[in-house]
């Protein structure tokens, strides 16, 4: 979406956003199939008009009709269900003189990319008036109801697809009953995902399963690298966590590496926290904890000037790393999950394909080193 012209006004209506989209802009939110007063094809207007079918509109009339439907009730409720109470608290109370941090435009993600809300500078998001207003005229007892089913439903999707990326739809079943009262059937739950408008779903429902949009429909050798684990049922808490922010919430072993990279690094608190949410994700998706490390080393201000702070850091990557739920585990961690392989023996066959990412294992004392230095962990960084 382009940013809105009208920055230093105090309200901003819905047309101000449309007002900067392109041709192709209003093509692609454009997707109604009756224009009132249809202009002859052929027309000359220039750039102020678009294509569709066999009409031909001005741009104006077409952002009023467009205006006009996704104001209506049910285009509102469409897309307000799938809102967490983050997410509607954030746009409800969005100060347009203020600057908005990574966690604010994390919760005006689903809203900007279905339009409801637009940018006025590069910094600063808005959410019109218009549609504020028209959300409280909408937000009802039976809508709020509504609501809170199926904004949980795609919390549950969206970490399904961090920590599974593939998983049965009786999986999906059994995280939706540990945030709301749901009694419905799988057949059931499969019409509200198919049923997510395609501006917010990044997932498809195959064969009684629910598969994350980058694994359909080539699971790029997911499946036979997750093996036959069982899969992990998040809780509640993470389900909120990472459908709502995309990370984990915190553990001890992320508070530790944080207050490493705080005490020893040198680190404003802000910097240790992103680094190890960033790291944390890494190893969620399955990077190699060598790949970790060496992000780690060459991160802005980290100073690895002696074998013992590597050794040091190595620790606390061991720690954070064993801890971590990940995707190939099917969201067990590392010391909640069966070994069942040696990575530095398992043959390229059995390894996912064009994923990127490797099989996640705890350290053990013979394994190689994370450090790089080809030793085994127990003769170089695990010694005590």
């Not at 224009?35 to 031909?56: F, M, Q, R, W």
């Not at 920590?163 to 419905?184: C, N, Q, R, T």
Request: charged residues 30%.
């Amino acid at each position: 979406m382009k940013v809105a012209k009208s920055e230093n006004r105090k309200e901003i209506l819905l047309k101000d956003i449309f007002e900067d989209f392109n041709k192709d802009d209003l093509e692609y939110k454009y997707s109604f199939e009756k224009l009132e007063a249809p202009l002859k094809k052929g027309t000359k207007v220039g750039n102020l008009s678009i294509y569709y079918g066999d009409y031909l509109l001005y741009k104006g009339p077409l952002i009023e009709t467009i205006i006009e439907k996704m104001l209506s009730a049910e285009e509102m409720v469409k897309y307000f269900q799938y809102m967490t109470d983050e997410e509607i608290e954030a746009f409800r109370n969005r100060d347009n003189n203020e600057e908005d941090d990574t966690t604010s435009k994390i919760l005006y993600s689903k809203l900007y990319g279905a339009s409801y809300m637009g940018r006025i500078s590069e910094k600063q998001y808005t959410a019109p008036a218009d549609v504020v207003k028209r959300y409280e005229e909408i937000s009802d007892e039976e809508f709020e109801a509504k609501r809170k089913i199926n904004s949980f439903l795609f919390c549950c999707l969206k970490t399904s697809g961090f920590l599974h990326g593939i998983a049965p739809v009786s999986v999906i079943l059994d995280m939706m009953k540990k945030g709301v009262k749901y009694d419905e059937t799988e057949e059931q739950l499969i019409e509200r995902i198919e049923s997510i408008p395609y501006e917010l779903s990044l997932y498809q429902v195959h064969d009684g399963k629910v598969y994350y949009s980058f694994f359909y429909p080539n699971d790029r050798g997911l499946i036979k690298a997750q093996g036959d684990r069982a899969y992990y049922i998040p809780t509640k808490k993470e389900i909120m966590s990472l459908g709502t922010y995309g990370i984990l919430p915190e553990t001890m072993e992320a508070q530790n590496f944080e207050d490493y990279m705080i005490r020893k690094m040198n680190m404003t608190e802000e910097h240790a926290t992103n680094l190890c949410q960033r790291v944390q994700s890494e190893i969620m998706s399955g990077a190699e904890i060598r790949e970790v490390f060496e992000m780690i080393k060459n991160e802005e201000g980290v100073h690895l000037d002696s074998d013992l702070q590597i050794s040091a850091l190595a620790q606390y990557v061991q720690n954070l790393w064993n801890n971590s739920r990940m995707i190939l585990n099917r969201g067990f961690t590392p010391l909640e999950a069966p070994r069942r392989v040696d990575l530095n023996t398992q043959s390229n066959q059995s390894k996912p394909k064009n994923t990127g990412v490797t099989h996640g294992k705890k350290i053990y004392p013979n394994d190689k080193c994370p450090c790089g230095s080809g030793k085994k962990y127990k003769q170089c960084c695990g010694r005590k």
